[in-house]
T-cell receptor, first 118, second 114 residues
Framework: GAGVSQTPSNKVTEKGKYVELRCDPI?????LYWYRQSLGQGPEFLIY????????DSGLPNDRFFAVRPEGSVSTLKIQRTERGDSAVYLC????????????????FGPGTRLTVL | AQSVTQLGSHVSVSEGALVLLRCNYS??????LFWYVQYPNQGLQLLLKYTSAATLVKGINGFEAEFKKSETSFHLTKPSAHMSDAAEYFC????????????FGSGTRLSIRP
């Protein structure tokens, strides 16, 4: 069975450009999460989806960041007018349910997309 | 707001020695706590989690962690380090209002000396 996949694995862009980062979760997983991991830091929560809807987007840093999951499976994180400070590894994860405190459920992480803004 | 603090950004131990990675939490309500591991060039994976069923939690690869409310700690241990344990380890806690929002610590890099 395939795990969580993310494309591209690396993305280099210029300041001011628009980028899209894609996440393919494990099939059948209801919940999908986006995190950002800067160098030397732990993952920082951005947003999570339950099905097609964003259940909590409180971690999105500003309105340049937007994420969608139109069919409840694949998700795209969109960043407009990129800034050098957006450079980081963007991680996606999925889980069967929303209850990560359950003894039977956990998040499965993808390998990440490394975004570099020049 | 809930948070975790990992003491020591880098820990180095000899192969076969005890591994101890420290994590303290801050929470106004009973927390749910996690340890994740990130091997080089691999995705994050769950080592273990505390969900109040038992204070001593056993995880994968011989790791375990003990929840100590009096010390607000959830330290990760392994009796005997192996070279393959070299990785980045993250302590994490659920957010106050949601069992789905994970707040991560800044991580501890574990190195193993031959």
């Amino acid at each position: 069975g395939a795990g969580v996949s993310q494309t591209p694995s690396n993305k280099v862009t210029e300041k001011g450009k628009y980028v899209e980062l894609r996440c393919d979760p494990i099939s059948g997983h209801t919940a999908l999460y986006w995190y950002r991991q800067s160098l030397g830091q732990g993952p920082e929560f951005l947003i999570y989806f339950q099905g097609t809807g964003a259940a909590d987007d409180s971690g999105l840093p500003n309105d340049r960041f937007f994420a969608v999951r139109p069919e409840g499976s694949v998700s795209t994180l969109k960043i407009q007018r990129t800034e050098r400070g957006d450079s980081a590894v963007y991680l996606c994860a999925s889980s069967l349910t929303l209850d990560l405190t359950s003894s039977t459920d956990t998040q499965y992480f993808g390998p990440g997309t490394r975004l570099t803004v020049l | 707001a809930q948070s975790v603090t990992q003491l020591g950004s880098h820990v180095s131990v000899s192969e076969g020695a005890l591994v101890l990675l420290r994590c303290n939490y801050s929470s106004s309500v009973p927390p749910y706590l996690f340890w994740y591991v990130q091997y080089p060039n691999q995705g994050l994976q769950l080592l273990l989690k505390y969900t109040s069923a038992a204070t001593l939690v056993k995880g994968i690869n011989g790791f375990e962690a003990e929840f100590k409310k009096s010390e607000t700690s959830f330290h990760l241990t392994k009796p005997s380090a192996h070279m393959s344990d070299a990785a980045e380890y993250f302590c994490a806690v659920t957010g106050y209002s949601s069992a789905s929002k994970i707040i991560f610590g800044s991580g501890t890099r574990l190195s193993i000396r031959p």
